[in-house]
């Protein structure tokens, strides 16, 4: 048994899956239809066979952009089986490269706001003190405040 597929890696299958044109294209007019589609109307849309239609489908089923079930597209069948028929799934898919998480970044920016003020004030204030306090001379090894000779200076 193959080990599980983490989340991030089915997404980017997703988007692979899509990188060939028929298949983005047969995904495309499914999500647009509103209405389960079977092979047929697929093949239809983008000029192929059915069975290669098929092929693409069950890929695109494979990857979780869509999901496969057997029913009649219009209601009752009286002949034969019924077909199969394909709809977009309701998990959304996305991807982003290099990961970006949101969360993290949220969590960082309120810890900082709320603890503003608790272990030393902020730069922009240590840099005010550091000023009325040098002359004066009271402040002899406060940490300095200029720019590091490597850096650029406005002119």
């Given at each position: 048994m193959p080990p599980p597929i983490s989340s991030d890696a089915a997404a980017i299958d997703s988007v692979n899956a899509l990188g060939e044109g028929t298949r983005r294209q047969m995904?495309?007019?499914?999500?647009?239809?509103?209405?389960?589609?079977?092979?047929?109307?697929?093949?239809?849309?983008?000029?192929?066979?059915?069975e290669l239609a098929a092929f693409h489908?069950?890929?695109l089923v494979d990857v979780g952009l869509l999901s496969a079930r057997y029913a009649a597209p219009?209601?009752?069948?009286?002949?034969?089986?019924?077909?199969?028929?394909?709809?977009?799934?309701?998990?959304?898919?996305?991807?982003?490269?290099?990961?970006?998480?949101?969360?993290?970044?949220?969590?960082?920016?309120?810890?900082?706001v709320v603890t503003e003020g608790e272990t030393r004030p902020p730069l922009k204030r240590r840099c005010a003190r550091q000023d009325s306090g040098a002359k004066n001379s009271a402040r002899k090894n406060a940490p300095s405040c200029a720019l590091p000779d490597s850096a650029p200076r406005e002119a």
């Open positions: 995904f495309a007019f499914i999500r647009r239809a509103r209405h389960p589609v079977t092979r047929d109307e697929a093949a239809a849309t983008v000029g192929i066979s059915r489908l069950d890929k219009t209601g009752v069948r009286e002949v034969g089986r019924q077909p199969k028929v394909y709809e977009p799934t309701v998990t959304p898919s996305r991807v982003s490269i290099p990961d970006r998480r949101h969360e993290l970044l949220a969590d960082l920016l309120v810890q900082a």
